[in-house]
């Protein structure tokens, strides 16, 4: 039937256009178009998003040649699309060292989808997955790895732009995308349906500061979310203690 059909392809076809922006992001990062790299990176995530959406909703579960398609597609667009564009953004001028941070930013993205795939198959860890991932998410990863981008078109405060602190923010990253510390899982936090109406509203907000001024929000949707993470880092050192 028609369910079983869209069951069968439609993640997986998002998921692949999830891949096209983030090999299209490439490209234009190599012609210095750096907003339109940005932007396919953006709907790139949106699209990863959905795509597991998409497979519970359609199938109940997702299969594993979509879990392993959508770790391929993630490394692209999240590892390799803003690895590459920090380095001929802002790193080049140093070189070697510059692209070896690159390659160590997308190295430390290809093993932690590498990882996150297989915990798929094994027994539970000790976090919470149903509250929590594992290590920075590649898509948070490659927020993370763009904010000072988002600084640099939104202040114009070009110390967001030296190659040295660029250096140090992907291996820090990196670093983050491989570690065992806990971070929030949007995609599996459960509300109460009494606060429906200021959830959509929160969306809406969002939705509005992207089209009326899309750096200052990322910006402050960068700041918050690492603010999470400091938040469920110090709340599980609280709770193991």
Do not use: Q
């Amino acid at each position: 039937n028609n369910s079983s059909v869209l069951g069968r392809y439609l993640p997986n076809t998002v998921t692949l256009l999830s891949l096209c922006c983030g090999l299209s992001s490439i490209r234009f990062s190599i012609i210095s178009e750096w907003k339109t790299a940005i932007f396919l990176i953006i709907f790139a995530a949106i699209l990863d998003f959905f795509d597991g959406w998409f497979a519970k909703k359609l199938r109940g579960e997702g299969s594993s040649f979509g879990a392993e398609l959508d770790s391929l597609s993630d490394v692209i667009s999240f590892g390799v699309a803003p690895g590459i564009l920090i380095y001929l953004w802002s790193t080049f001028e140093l070189g070697s060292l510059g692209w070896g941070a690159s390659l160590f930013f997308v190295i430390c993205s290809a093993l932690r989808l590498a990882r996150f795939t297989a915990d798929i198959y094994i027994a539970p860890k000790n976090i919470n997955s149903k509250i929590y991932f594992t290590g920075v998410p590649s898509p948070g990863g490659a927020g993370l790895c763009l904010l000072p981008v988002f600084f640099v078109f939104e202040f114009d405060i070009m110390f967001f732009r030296d190659p040295y602190f660029n250096v140090v923010n992907l291996l820090v990253i990196g670093f983050l995308l491989i570690s065992r510390i806990p971070t929030i899982s949007i995609k599996n936090i459960y509300f109460n349906k009494k606060y429906t109406p200021w959830i959509f509203l929160l969306i809406a907000v969002v939705c509005i500061g992207l089209f009326s001024n899309v750096w200052m929000t990322l910006v402050l949707l960068g700041s918050v979310y690492i603010i999470s993470i400091l938040f469920t880092v110090l709340k599980n050192i609280k709770f193991k203690s």
